[in-house]
């Protein structure tokens, strides 16, 4: 059974900066695509980043573009996102995704087939 853990929000001012972690766990092989997610109060979610399988292939939503920087390390196998120059706006619930195939659905979409609980980032201004 493949289980999403994310960690590492919380709440920072604008400007500071935050790391969050995905661990995996279930995956036999490295070949899934990890996204992650964010779902702001009173708004839909949207896609922020998104890494293939080999990590050679990484996407950005333009806003982020940046300032977010997705990596993972598949001996750990746990993704990360690196959130600089963090701002107001950025404040949301941040979720972890991954699809059973090595590349990223294209642009950013939701064609994920396991998502994490998710974990919270304020950015106070």
């Known amino acids: 059974e493949v289980h999403l853990a994310e960690s590492g929000g919380g709440l920072v001012q604008a400007g500071g900066s935050l790391r969050l972690s995905c661990a995996a766990s279930?995956?036999?092989?490295?070949?899934?695509?990890i996204g992650w997610f964010r779902q702001a109060p009173g708004k839909g979610r949207q896609g922020v980043a998104c890494?293939?399988?080999?990590?050679?292939?990484?996407y950005y939503r333009d806003s982020i573009q940046g300032r977010f920087t997705i990596s993972r390390d598949n001996v750990k196998k746990t993704a990360y996102l690196q959130m600089n120059n963090l701002k107001s706006e950025d404040t949301a619930v941040y979720y972890c995704?991954?699809?059973?195939?090595?590349?990223?659905?294209?642009?950013?979409?939701?064609?994920?087939?396991?998502w994490g609980q998710g974990t919270q980032v304020t950015v106070s201004s």
């Open positions: 995704a991954a699809v059973s195939d090595r590349f990223c659905p294209f642009n950013l979409a939701e064609d994920y087939d396991y």
């Open positions: 279930g995956f036999t092989s490295d070949d899934y695509a």
């Open positions: 890494i293939s399988g080999t990590a050679r292939t990484t």
